[in-house]
């Protein structure tokens, strides 16, 4: 949501001055010594060439579609087809289709309309999506562009000058993801929102936002940005204007008809997958997308909660996109940025702490659970009470799990992933208080995971005795065995009676811990 575009190319002048040696080297004689031949220099690569000279900023052109074709340029982008909803409850699917994306006088043309329509379930890059599947559905009809494998960047300033469609339940959007995801999965990897608005004209919406998402999976998940309302009262709907964002390591600015309204730097993003590097996730190759999505989570939230169906078929006209590197520092992009000083900077979100341990012991829960791991419950169906209480003997203050479900886990977790690899055992206290409702073939599960689905699988434990506390030593060897990856694990601690005869059961649980 993975190829990147990584076609280098050599300075002109390195290029012409290779030639020139070769062709000295060749013409002595008709033989083949070439042992007086010079050896070119190695001369720096840098990841495109400049179509035009650098802009005063330093900036060049190094890739660009100003639709001045008749056709979509296949060469260039790339459709998505699904009715996945974009993620957020949409109501259209993309499809492939000249009545949803057309080029024409020298503008390209996105149109939402009114049409239900069936296609995939599955984003486009899920590794079980079919072309051919139909269980997917939308009430409208739309396109979503992509450069995904056409033209991938790292670094640089992305740039459209665009007229945006109105109307409840429009949502336009200019932005971009990451093509390798080596983070993971959304928004691990990130995602750059240069320009997406809502709504506009409807109840006073006249304004844009650009967007940060970055984090941890859901509901670990984090976005930061800012909204902006072009001076005069000018709605973006009415005219065309230039939307950019200028990338570069460790900051991200959003411009507006030149005008620089907004800044996030690396101090206020991160991946969870990657504590360690401050500029993960926001450090490799991003590609484009343009689309028109109808409906959904955000537009929904705003001015209304429905679509007006009244206000389609609407159009998001766009001019031209183009992208620049900055040829001061192709490896930064550093060096070409401009501002007035009159911006925002957005200071974004922190990351959490990393876990308090020794040298010996991860706790997890010793009386209370230990930051960053908080007690979470999960059930199919009824309830599982958690509180914590007074033992009443040399334990004092335990976990207590009383389960009013046959289908629940207990389990404590973090936002964040940890690298947990360097221990050896699980270790914790447990006294069973109440059995199930069918005594007689209860059982315990223990598992581990690593970011959901990644997990250790269940592990059996035997049912302790009534009223018995009871120490249990898991090998973390045998989690890993069982598929949990030790080196990403947010959740080291799930707890259940076995499934399907868990009602009635009252579980407490004390010194839950990971040992080395």
Known sequence: M?????????????LGLSLLISGCGGSSGGGNDVADVPVAPVLPERPEPCLEDPLNSGYCL??????????????????????????????????????????ADDLLHIKAIRKDAEGPNRFDDDPAYDPNDTSGSGTYTSARLRTKGLGDWKYGR???????????????????????????????????????????????????????????????????????????????????????????????????????YATQTSAGWYT??????????????????????????????????????????????VDY??????????TTGKGCGSSDGDFVLNPGTQPPAAPDSDNNALVLFDG?????????????????????????????????????????????????????SAFTYVEFDLRVQAEPS??????????ADCVHPCSSGDYSLDMPALGVWTHFQIPVMDLAGGG??????NTPFVISPGWDNQLGAVLQLDNIQWVK
């Open 2 to 14: 993975f190829q990147c575009f990584t076609k280098k190319h050599l300075p002109a002048c390195a």
């Open 62 to 103: 190094v890739w660009a579609d100003e639709f001045s074709g008749d056709a979509i340029d296949a060469g260039k982008w790339s459709h998505e087809k699904n009715c996945v909803g974009g993620g957020n409850n949409e109501a259209q699917c993309y499809v492939e289709a000249t009545e949803n994306a057309w080029v």
């Open 158 to 260: 992305f740039e459209m000058r665009a007229k945006l469609p109105q109307g409840q339940g429009s949502w336009p959007a200019f932005w971009m993801l990451p093509t390798e995801g080596v983070y993971g999965g959304w928004p691990l990897s990130g995602e750059i929102d240069i320009v997406e608005a809502v709504n506009l004209k409807v109840g006073g919406e006249d304004k844009v936002h650009g967007t940060l998402h970055y984090g941890g999976s859901w509901p670990g998940n984090k976005y930061s940005g800012e909204a902006y309302q072009i001076p005069g009262g000018v709605n973006p709907a009415d005219d065309f204007h230039t939307y950019a964002v200028e990338w570069e390591e460790g900051e991200v600015r959003w411009y507006v008809d030149g005008d620089h």
């Open 272 to 317: 969870t997958a990657d504590l360690e590097n401050p500029l993960a996730p926001f450090d490799q190759s991003f590609h484009l997308i343009l689309n028109l999505a109808v409906g959904g989570d955000w537009p929904a939230n705003v001015n209304d909660t429905g679509i007006d169906e009244s206000a389609f078929p609407q159009e998001f006209v």
């Open 321 to 330: 996109v183009r992208v620049y590197q900055c040829s001061e520092d192709f």
């Open 368 to 420: 209370e659970a230990k930051a960053p791991y908080s007690w979470f419950t999960w059930t199919a169906s009824g309830d599982i009470d958690y509180t914590v209480i007074d033992a009443g003997d040399d334990y004092g203050d335990v976990a207590q799990l009383t389960y009013n479900t046959n289908q629940g886990i207990g389990y404590l977790q973090s936002e964040a992933a940890y690298n947990l």
């Open 438 to 447: 069918d005594p007689g073939s209860a059982s315990l599960t223990f598992r």
């Open 484 to 489: 949990l990856n030790t080196a990403s694990v």
